[in-house]
């Protein structure tokens, strides 16, 4: 069994930064893809950052230059690192990683359950 769970959400000031980790626990035999989502209230699910295994990394327009999304294999780990905050971020972030749980299995992707970032004015 794969979890995945998300922390460093909260309650910020515009202009200000968080910083989002996501660690992959029980059978991780090996992790390909990493990235996160967001859902605003009423609004559609969208892709906000992306990183492969090679560590290329895909962004959102809408937070190029203020977001950066890193990765530690190590420790099965996704960061999102958030500055220059705006109330347009507010949202639940949700991370998600391609896993194979063991070796020569199939690869499936896998979700958190999200965390809470909202950002006042």
């Known amino acids: 069994q794969v979890q995945l769970v998300e922390s460093g959400g909260g309650l910020v000031q515009a202009g200000g930064s968080l910083r989002l980790s996501c660690a992959a626990s029980g059978s991780t035999f090996s992790i390909n893809g990493m990235g996160w989502y967001r859902q605003a209230p009423g609004k559609q699910r969208e892709s906000v950052a992306g990183?492969?295994?090679?560590?290329?990394?895909n962004y959102a327009d809408s937070v190029k230059g203020r977001f950066t999304v890193s990765r530690d294999n190590a420790k099965n780990t996704v960061y999102l690192q958030m500055n220059s905050l705006k109330p347009e971020d507010t949202a639940v972030y949700y991370c998600h990683m391609w896993i194979q749980v063991r070796y020569g299995g199939t690869w499936s992707d896998y979700w958190g359950l999200g965390t809470q970032v909202t950002v006042s004015s």
């Open positions: 990183i492969t295994s090679g560590g290329s990394t």
